[in-house]
Structures are given as structure tokens and as C-alpha cells.
């Protein structure tokens, strides 16, 4: 199982002061997060309900530089979400990402989404020490995108890496008081484990104005060790294959499910949760 500590956001900032500024960008819901890392500190950020991440992201950006005081030109590197989310929004992001990247010749750092987001929890909600946080989005056909975090003293620790599950099948799988975090799927598992006598809460990823200054911070550390991405090969996690882009084969005698792909890696990791 995977276990790995996330700083919490001052420490990461630290790690970033002397760094050119770094941009953070999520896109991965219907809540565009951006955030201006520089200095040690977070010079700018801005969360906007959006219908469409391409229509209103080139706007969104000049207005949050504007806030900072800084020009595109000043940017010492991009950190995008890289997801799990929605997979229009994931794809808008990283490419525009790209191109700035590309047009500047700024550095491009990739960002997994749930550690932004369960990172912005913790720093927005004081979650005690030691508290199971799982994360929770709405995956459709009946089932979710999941990572499970625990509050440590300097952080989170990651428990497990992001799957797609069944809802039913996650709550199972865990027997403790547990913070959800995430959409409308996190209520609903969070009423799963109450009706079982556990001992729960839940955060609207809405409410977390802090994910796009997390994405920038996560990124800035990252940045400041060398730590980059490459343009041509940083994608989006999308867990399962996009249905635009999925071609099933003629026939599944197996009776096997086509809808997507889940690695066996990935199952045998959430599986000894």
C-alpha cells in the first residue's frame, strides 16, 4: 500500500520561497482554483463556479496575475491537477498548462488532484491528529474516485492511491470515524458509514477555497527539487479510459465489464485498506 507524507502548506512554501513565482491550476470540477505561489507565500488566489473551463480560464488567469502583480513572463513554473475529475476539465487544464508552459518556457509540474484537495481540508478544517480523511467524487456508473489520507503531525500521510470503487464497496472497508471530502458522493458515503455507528463529517470540496494555493504549493516544492514534468508526457489520471475515446472490441466472451480499466495494482492496493 502506498504511504508517503504531504507537508503541510507552510512547510511547503518554505521549501519554495526562493523559487521564481509558481501558478497554480485545478480544473477537475465545476470550480475553477487558482492560486499565485512567490516568496513563501500565497500572493493571489481565486475560485470561480464556471459552465466552461476554455471559455473563462485565459480571463480568470490575467485577472489572478493582476491581483499578484506579476506578468505571465514572471512565472518560474506551472502546477496543474492532474485528477482524478472530470475528464473535459482535466484535459482543458493540462493543455493549457501546456501552452503556457510552451510559450513561456516556464516549468510544468503535475499535481494529483486528491492530495491538493484532502491537503485544503486539513489546512481549512484544523482536522485533528491521526483522523481517517478520505476523499470522495462522483465517478458515475454507480461507483467513485477514492484516496484514503491520515492526519499526521507534520501533514497527511497517503494511504492508498486513487481508485475507482463502488460506493458500498469502499464503505465497507472502513472501520473507523472518518472525514469525507469531496462532492455530493462523499454525503452519501458519509451516510453509509454513520447507518453502520461511526462517527463522521464532510466538507464540499466548494467550501475548500484553498485547493488551487495547495496545487501551486504541492507544485512549488516539487519545483524547488528539480522535481518537473515533461510537456509531451504528463497527462491526466483519469483512472478508467475516457468514453470519448473508448473503442470496445467486437465481442467479450469473458463477460467481462468494458466500461474502463482499473489496474490490478490498483486494486490490490485499495483492496488491503
Same mark, same amino acid.
Given at each position: ?15 519554495? +520561497? ?12 465545476? %470550480? ?5 505561489? +512567490?516568496?513563501? =507565500? ?29 506578468? $505571465?513572463? !514572471?512565472?518560474?513554473? $506551472? ?11 482535466? /484535459?482543458?487544464? $493540462? ?21 491538493? %484537495?484532502?491537503?485544503? +481540508?486539513?489546512? /481549512?478544517?484544523? %482536522? *485533528?491528529? !491521526? ?9 458515475? =456508473?454507480? *461507483? ?9 503531525? !507534520? ?32 454525503? !452519501? ?21 484553498? /485547493?488551487? +494555493? ?10 524547488? @527539487? ?9 497527462? &491526466?489520471?483519469? $483512472? ?7 473503442? &470496445?472490441?467486437? =465481442?467479450? &466472451? ?11 495494482? @490498483? =486494486? ?6
Amino acid at each position: 500500500m502506498t504511504s508517503r507524507v504531504l507537508c503541510r502548506v507552510n512547510r511547503l512554501l518554505e521549501q519554495a +520561497a526562493a523559487t521564481r513565482p509558481v501558478l497554480g491550476l485545478d480544473t477537475s470540477t465545476s %470550480i475553477a482554483s487558482l492560486a499565485v505561489v +512567490a516568496g513563501g =507565500k500565497v500572493e493571489a488566489s481565486l475560485e470561480r463556479p464556471v459552465t466552461s473551463h476554455g471559455a473563462t480560464l485565459p480571463a480568470t488567469l490575467e485577472e489572478l496575475l493582476n491581483n499578484a502583480g506579476l506578468n $505571465i513572463a !514572471d512565472l518560474g513554473a $506551472i502546477a496543474v491537477g492532474t485528477g482524478p475529475g472530470s475528464f473535459t476539465g482535466l /484535459r482543458i487544464g $493540462i493543455s493549457y498548462a501546456k501552452g503556457i508552459a510552451m510559450a513561456t518556457g516556464c516549468e510544468l509540474v503535475g499535481v494529483a488532484g486528491f492530495d491538493a %484537495i484532502a491537503l485544503a +481540508a486539513l489546512e /481549512r478544517h484544523n %482536522i *485533528e491528529q !491521526d483522523r481517517l480523511i478520505c476523499v470522495v467524487v462522483d465517478a458515475r =456508473k454507480g *461507483e467513485v474516485y477514492t484516496a484514503l489520507y491520515r492526519a499526521v503531525s !507534520d501533514g497527511l500521510r497517503k494511504l492508498s492511491e486513487e481508485s475507482v470503487v463502488a460506493l458500498e464497496h469502499l464503505a465497507s472497508r472502513m472501520t473507523e470515524d472518518v472525514t469525507f471530502v469531496g462532492d455530493d458522493r462523499a454525503k !452519501d458515503a458519509a451516510a453509509l458509514m454513520e447507518s453502520r455507528g461511526y462517527g463522521v463529517a464532510v466538507f464540499n470540496t466548494g467550501e475548500l477555497d484553498l /485547493r488551487g +494555493a495547495c496545487v501551486a504549493a504541492l507544485g512549488g516544492a516539487r519545483f524547488a @527539487r528539480g522535481e518537473t514534468d515533461r510537456a509531451a508526457s504528463l497527462e &491526466p489520471l483519469y $483512472i478508467r479510459t475516457p468514453e470519448a475515446t473508448f473503442k &470496445p472490441t467486437s =465481442k467479450n &466472451p469473458a463477460g467481462m465489464s468494458t466500461e474502463g480499466v482499473w489496474s490490478i495494482e @490498483r =486494486k490490490n492496493s485499495f483492496g488491503s485498506i
